[in-house]
């Protein structure tokens, strides 16, 4: 895989990550033929440790751990995989799956277009959503000159 | 010691179905569900999560609804839990920089490049109990507030403000982000002196009320030295985990966590080598965790004390005492295992005390003797003096 796929899986891969499980269930049930696939790695939960960084960008710590599900799955050419925060074996499965279609040159471009960028959008919104309440609560605060009498 | 016993199973098992009974509450009202404390209990949720060092909010609110509510036992379950999952990756450090903000602010400076957001904060309410809660034919279904600002769809990078300082060199340094080996107390027990990363990890997971506590100390004076501490910059937000699976060679985004960061500077006096300027301490929780994020930086930067050449005069200062006692598992632990059978360990001890107080009570019996043959022969000699004088 070159460099531009590399980038480009990166960002289906974390579409498919931040998506709501909601999301890419419906993603998957409207597909008009769902693909014969099987199973590499069965879902399954672990650990991450988050790390990060003394005063926001120095030295990195151990900061404490997530929960994260991963699944692999072998779906025709290609084999899929999923790294999923959270314990959803549904949605790491359906996120395996989607990324071994998207790495097939026959199904990239309709799935991009058809899956992955209507959960980009509704990202993007929800993203401004939140913006805009949180932008809302800009505060400027005036300093008061102490009366002298 | 504690000796293990054996017997009493009827009992036990009765005293948990009594206490999931008791859980459950008058069952003439409805069942609490999970998400609904993840929902409305979340600055709970977001304690246990950040004291149990396990970020998965199903998890944390599953745990408090067990524990009835009680923090430390929910805290404990989360805990025991993760020792069952095998932990696939370390993420890359990750970068607070770029973060979808919900609230930040700062008390040191008012125009802060990217401007304060308050965000959803019981700062500047009245703390009055509001009883529109109480009343349970209230809908309180209310709508965020929103704005008509232009916002971007992506989260971009926000300025940090002490950066902003830094380049003055009026605050120091974050120091080197490169690390050779970051230190993890899970896998390797704590050891003294502990580098800031290792004192930075004990403390993210440390009891809220003892490190509250400690900063506290600090404010009040128990400390070297340094000025009034201020909030460089709080900030509430999502940020994105990044893992490098060995298949892929790559990093790949798995989802957001939400996190609290806090930075806290004051005026260091300086040593021979640093000219005064602002120290740093950090602090930084999972979710909302506003209280604690601030009193870790307070105590971060205490405990800095050996690195900045200060005499160590406090107890917020005592790497020991701090990290040693930090940990409410730990402590919990050793304090309420006093509660449990010590049957025998208590049957020696009456044992010795019985025997203390025989020896006692023989001791005392002899002085007393001795004491009554002193002062009858005191008594004798003055009643004999005389007798001699007369004689004289």
């Given at each position: 895989?070159n460099?531009?796929?590399?980038?480009?899986?990166?960002?289906?891969m974390?579409v498919?990550?931040?998506?709501?499980?909601?999301?890419?269930q419906?993603?998957?049930?409207?597909?008009?033929?769902?693909?014969e696939?099987?199973?590499?790695r069965?879902?399954?939960?672990?650990?991450?440790?988050i790390?990060?960084?003394?005063n926001?960008?120095?030295?990195?710590?151990?900061?404490?751990?997530?929960?994260?599900?991963?699944?692999?799955?072998?779906?025709?050419?290609?084999?899929?995989?999923?790294?999923?925060?959270?314990r959803?074996?549904?949605?790491?499965?359906?996120?395996?799956?989607?990324?071994?279609?998207?790495?097939?040159?026959?199904?990239?471009?309709?799935l991009?277009?058809?899956?992955?960028n209507?959960?980009e959008?509704?990202?993007?919104e929800?993203?401004k959503?939140?913006?805009?309440?949180?932008?809302?609560?800009?505060?400027?605060?005036?300093?008061?000159v102490?009366?002298e009498? | 010691?504690?000796?293990?016993?054996?017997?009493?199973e009827?009992?036990?098992?009765?005293?948990?179905?009594?206490?999931?009974?008791?859980?459950?509450?008058?069952?003439?009202?409805?069942?609490?569900t999970?998400?609904?404390?993840?929902e409305?209990?979340?600055?709970?949720?977001?304690r246990?999560?950040?004291?149990?060092s396990?970020?998965?909010?199903?998890l944390?609110?599953?745990?408090?609804?067990?524990?009835r509510?009680?923090?430390?036992?929910?805290?404990?379950?989360?805990?025991?839990y993760?020792t069952t999952?095998?932990?696939?990756?370390?993420?890359a450090?990750?970068?607070?920089s770029?973060?979808?903000?919900?609230r930040r602010?700062?008390?040191?400076?008012?125009?802060?490049?990217?401007g304060?957001?308050?965000?959803?904060?019981?700062d500047?309410?009245?703390?009055?109990?509001?009883f529109?809660?109480?009343?349970e034919?209230?809908k309180?279904?209310?709508t965020?507030?929103?704005?008509?600002?232009?916002?971007?769809?992506?989260?971009?990078e926000?300025?940090?403000?002490?950066?902003?300082?830094?380049n003055?060199?009026?605050?120091?340094?974050?120091?080197?982000?490169?690390?050779h080996?970051?230190?993890?107390?899970?896998?390797e027990?704590?050891e003294?002196?502990?580098?800031?990363d290792?004192?930075?990890?004990?403390?993210?997971?440390?009891?809220?009320?003892?490190?509250?506590?400690?900063?506290?100390?600090?404010?009040?004076g128990?400390?070297?030295?340094?000025?009034?501490?201020?909030?460089g910059?709080?900030?509430?937000?999502?940020v994105?985990?990044?893992?490098?699976?060995?298949?892929?060679?790559?990093?790949?985004?798995?989802?957001?966590?939400?996190?609290?960061e806090?930075?806290i500077?004051?005026?260091y006096?300086?040593?021979?080598?640093?000219p005064?300027?602002?120290?740093?301490?950090?602090?930084?929780?999972?979710?909302?965790?506003?209280?604690?994020?601030?009193?870790?930086?307070?105590?971060?930067r205490?405990?800095?004390?050996?690195?900045?050449?200060?005499?160590?005069?406090?107890?917020?200062?005592?790497?020991?005492?701090?990290l040693?006692?930090?940990?409410?598992?730990?402590?919990?632990?050793?304090?309420e295992?006093?509660?449990?059978p010590?049957?025998?360990?208590?049957?020696?001890?009456?044992?010795?005390?019985?025997?203390?107080?025989s020896?006692?009570?023989?001791?005392?019996?002899?002085?007393e003797?001795?004491?009554?043959?002193?002062?009858?022969?005191?008594?004798?000699?003055?009643?004999?003096?005389?007798?001699?004088?007369g004689?004289?």
């Amino acid at each position: 895989m070159n460099q531009t796929h590399v980038q480009d899986r990166q960002h289906w891969m974390s579409v498919l990550a931040r998506t709501s499980f909601a999301n890419i269930q419906k993603a998957w049930r409207a597909m008009p033929e769902q693909p014969e696939y099987s199973l590499l790695r069965q879902p399954e939960t672990g650990l991450v440790m988050i790390q990060a960084r003394t005063n926001g960008n120095g030295a990195p710590f151990n900061m404490g751990e997530m929960t994260l599900t991963r699944c692999s799955v072998s779906i025709h050419n290609a084999i899929g995989h999923a790294y999923i925060a959270g314990r959803n074996p549904e949605h790491a499965e359906l996120a395996a799956i989607f990324d071994g279609l998207l790495q097939l040159p026959e199904h990239n471009a309709r799935l991009m277009e058809t899956v992955i960028n209507p959960m980009e959008k509704n990202i993007a919104e929800q993203i401004k959503t939140k913006a805009k309440q949180v932008a809302s609560t800009r505060v400027d605060f005036f300093t008061m000159v102490r009366g002298e009498d | 010691m504690y000796v293990a016993v054996k017997g009493g199973e009827k009992a036990i098992a009765n005293a948990h179905q009594y206490l999931a009974a008791e859980r459950r509450g008058d069952t003439a009202l409805p069942e609490l569900t999970v998400s609904q404390i993840k929902e409305q209990m979340r600055l709970a949720v977001d304690r246990v999560m950040t004291e149990g060092s396990l970020y998965d909010p199903e998890l944390a609110a599953l745990a408090l609804k067990q524990a009835r509510g009680d923090s430390i036992e929910a805290i404990f379950l989360l805990r025991a839990y993760r020792t069952t999952l095998p932990r696939f990756y370390t993420s890359a450090p990750i970068n607070t920089s770029v973060m979808q903000i919900t609230r930040r602010i700062s008390a040191a400076f008012k125009d802060m490049p990217g401007g304060q957001m308050l965000g959803p904060t019981f700062d500047y309410t009245h703390r009055l109990l509001d009883f529109s809660l109480a009343d349970e034919n209230t809908k309180n279904n209310v709508t965020p507030p929103t704005c008509n600002e232009d916002v971007p769809a992506t989260c971009d990078e926000t300025p940090r403000i002490l950066d902003f300082l830094q380049n003055d060199e009026l605050v120091e340094g974050v120091g080197s982000a490169e690390s050779h080996q970051v230190g993890d107390i899970t896998r390797e027990p704590l050891e003294l002196p502990a580098g800031r990363d290792i004192r930075l990890q004990k403390l993210t997971r440390a009891d809220e009320g003892f490190v509250l506590a400690m900063g506290y100390s600090t404010q009040r004076g128990f400390k070297n030295s340094g000025g009034h501490p201020f909030a460089g910059e709080i900030r509430t937000g999502d940020v994105s985990i990044e893992v490098t699976p060995e298949e892929l060679g790559f990093p790949v985004t798995i989802g957001s966590i939400t996190v609290t960061e806090s930075e806290i500077v004051s005026i260091y006096d300086g040593s021979e080598e640093t000219p005064p300027q602002f120290s740093r301490g950090y602090g930084i929780t999972f979710g909302s965790g506003e209280r604690k994020a601030i009193s870790m930086a307070l105590v971060d930067r205490a405990l800095r004390c050996r690195e900045l050449q200060e005499d160590i005069i406090a107890p917020a200062q005592d790497e020991e005492f701090v990290l040693m006692h930090s940990d409410n598992i730990e402590a919990t632990g050793f304090v309420e295992h006093l509660k449990l059978p010590h049957h025998v360990d208590f049957q020696s001890e009456l044992d010795i005390l019985r025997r203390l107080r025989s020896n006692w009570a023989k001791c005392k019996a002899k002085r007393e003797e001795i004491e009554r043959n002193t002062q009858k022969e005191q008594k004798i000699r003055q009643s004999g003096t005389p007798e001699i004088k007369g004689a004289a």
